[in-house]
């Protein structure tokens, strides 16, 4: 009777409450599937996709597809759309393309002119990675008399655009913008004057925008962390300012951790309670903190829980991964921190010089070699590497994975690796 019962109580009420939930966990599973903008969800270089090869040959590749010019933006991706971004000449050219990436094919370019600027050797006119929310996607360019962040819809439709104004650069422009709710927010650290703005996804309009200390320009990727005892807040790094946390919904600077003594190129990254943030200069890291992001002012003294002097990567982001912090270094000196203990497990050498930071797939750190190699190592307190695969073609682009398939971005091609 009481079996009789439950089926009949089950059958038809429970039954449409079960079918909403495994909706949203479908939903939920598919965002999380998704790579939607600089180092995938939460900037964090993370993803539990499996079924990629350690070893492959080019005839394992899905599809392969020449992007013309040059750029090292990573690919960022939303179910049925890959965004990459790409310049000719001397950044007077600037591309956004829309990629099918089951097949390769293109489905929408849009084309920007710009002024031809300088850059570093190891940069490009096309360095920032785009960011989407599966229905818009944004991109900056900029030179040195615009600094230009623009909205397209989901078909290439123009939506709107946003001059930030002159941007003064030793190196170039680098950053990404990202997506929070309904803002995109763009870091501005320049040596020129400087701001952290926020402007509504649907009409471009400004939210709103804080001034930042001029310095040497910045070239982290901001994140929005969300600690279980604060609100959300947006994370940014400079040298002029360090590590500063702010409101993402109205850009009050809720505390900052005091200048770096020197540039800022690697993002910061969140884990284990703590934000871990370099820099450095002359290809090497300098110094690295972990902030406890609980306090409020100037935390300099009260809330830096880490710091670390030695074997640093400069433009690589560190990587979080089970209770362990990952820092591959430019010249491929790999080290791995036990965060409970703050002891140093393991430092290796892969060889190599990086440009691109590591990612974690599944439990395995992928990362792109300046002369075109993936490198590949376990993400764990015993160090085993798994070699190398070369791809015969430069890259400063960081690996991207989603939706059950691998993007190598090299600075002629775009190459796509199925998981099996």
Same mark, same amino acid.
């Given at each position: 009777?009481?079996?009789?019962?439950?089926?009949?109580?089950?059958?038809?009420?429970?039954?449409?409450?079960?079918?909403?939930?495994?909706?949203?966990?479908?939903?939920?599973?598919?965002?999380?599937?998704?790579?939607?903008?600089?180092?995938?969800?939460?900037?964090?270089?993370?993803?539990?996709?499996?079924?990629?090869?350690?070893?492959?040959?080019?005839?394992?590749?899905?599809?392969?597809?020449?992007?013309?010019?040059?750029?090292?933006?990573?690919?960022?991706?939303?179910?049925?759309?890959?965004?990459?971004?790409?310049?000719?000449?001397?950044?007077?050219?600037?591309?956004?393309?829309?990629?099918?990436?089951?097949?390769?094919?293109?489905?929408?370019?849009?084309?920007?002119?710009?002024?031809?600027?300088?850059?570093?050797?190891?940069?490009?006119?096309?360095?920032?990675?785009?960011?989407?929310?599966?229905?818009?996607?944004?991109?900056?360019?900029?030179?040195?008399?615009?600094?230009?962040?623009?909205?397209?819809?989901?078909?290439?439709?123009?939506?709107?655009?946003?001059?930030?104004?002159?941007?003064?650069?030793?190196?170039?422009?680098?950053?990404?913008?990202?997506?929070?709710?309904?803002?995109?927010?763009?870091?501005?650290?320049?040596?020129?004057?400087?701001? %952290? *703005?926020?402007?509504?996804?649907? &009409?471009? !309009?400004? =939210? +709103?925008?804080?001034?930042?200390?001029?310095?040497?320009? #910045?070239?982290?990727?901001?994140?929005?962390?969300?600690?279980?005892?604060?609100?959300?807040?947006?994370?940014?790094?400079?040298?002029?300012?360090?590590?500063?946390?702010?409101?993402?919904?109205?850009?009050?600077?809720?505390?900052?951790?005091?200048?770096?003594?020197?540039?800022?190129?690697?993002?910061?990254?969140?884990?284990?309670?703590?934000?871990?943030?370099?820099?450095?200069?002359?290809?090497?890291?300098?110094?690295?903190?972990?902030?406890?992001?609980?306090?409020?002012?100037?935390?300099?003294?009260?809330?830096?829980?880490?710091?670390?002097?030695?074997?640093?990567?400069?433009?690589?982001?560190?990587?979080?991964?089970?209770?362990?912090?990952?820092?591959?270094?430019?010249?491929?000196? %790999? *080290?791995?921190?036990?965060?409970? &203990?703050? !002891?140093? =497990? +393991?430092?290796?050498?892969?060889?190599?010089?990086?440009? #691109?930071?590591?990612?974690?797939?599944?439990?395995?750190?992928?990362?792109?070699?300046?002369?075109?190699?993936?490198?590949?190592?376990?993400?764990?307190?015993?160090?085993?590497?798994?070699?190398?695969?070369?791809?015969?073609?430069?890259?400063?682009?960081?690996?991207?994975?989603?939706?059950?398939?691998?993007?190598?971005?090299?600075?002629?091609?775009?190459?796509?690796?199925?998981?099996?």
């Amino acid at each position: 009777m009481h079996r009789l019962l439950f089926v009949r109580v089950f059958t038809p009420t429970l039954r449409i409450l079960l079918g909403i939930c495994l909706s949203l966990s479908t939903l939920t599973a598919l965002q999380a599937e998704n790579w939607p903008r600089f180092r995938g969800i939460g900037g964090a270089g993370i993803s539990s996709e499996k079924g990629f090869p350690l070893k492959w040959t080019e005839k394992d590749y899905a599809w392969k597809k020449e992007l013309p010019g040059l750029g090292h933006s990573s690919p960022s991706i939303w179910g049925d759309n890959l965004f990459v971004t790409s310049a000719i000449g001397e950044g007077e050219n600037r591309y956004l393309f829309c990629i099918d990436p089951k097949t390769g094919e293109e489905k929408w370019r849009r084309e920007m002119q710009l002024k031809k600027s300088h850059k570093h050797r190891k940069g490009s006119w096309a360095s920032s990675t785009p960011a989407t929310d599966g229905e818009h996607v944004f991109v900056e360019f900029a030179d040195e008399e615009s600094y230009m962040l623009v909205g397209y819809d989901i078909k290439g439709n123009k939506i709107w655009e946003q001059n930030l104004g002159p941007f003064t650069s030793q190196h170039g422009h680098g950053s990404s913008p990202i997506i929070y709710k309904d803002l995109v927010i763009a870091a501005n650290d320049q040596q020129g004057p400087s701001s %952290v *703005s926020a402007f509504n996804k649907l &009409t471009g !309009k400004p =939210v +709103w925008q804080a001034d930042r200390t001029v310095r040497r320009t #910045s070239y982290a990727t901001p994140i929005i962390i969300n600690h279980p005892n604060t609100n959300p807040q947006l994370i940014c790094v400079s040298g002029a300012t360090g590590v500063s946390s702010l409101d993402p919904e109205t850009g009050k600077v809720n505390w900052t951790t005091g200048e770096f003594p020197m540039r800022t190129v690697s993002s910061p990254v969140y884990g284990e309670g703590l934000i871990f943030a370099t820099c450095g200069g002359g290809g090497n890291g300098k110094l690295l903190i972990g902030v406890d992001p609980t306090g409020s002012g100037n935390v300099s003294e009260t809330h830096i829980k880490y710091k670390r002097s030695t074997k640093l990567p400069y433009v690589p982001t560190p990587i979080v991964y089970e209770g362990h912090l990952y820092l591959w270094g430019d010249g491929g000196v %790999v *080290s791995c921190v036990d965060l409970a &203990t703050q !002891k140093n =497990v +393991w430092t290796e050498r892969v060889d190599g010089g990086y440009s #691109s930071s590591p990612v974690c797939i599944n439990g395995i750190l992928y990362c792109m070699s300046e002369t075109g190699e993936v490198a590949m190592i376990d993400a764990s307190p015993t160090f085993k590497s798994y070699g190398k695969v070369e791809l015969n073609d430069p890259s400063h682009a960081t690996v991207v994975v989603a939706n059950g398939r691998m993007f190598l971005r090299t600075f002629r091609n775009l190459y796509c690796l199925e998981a099996k």
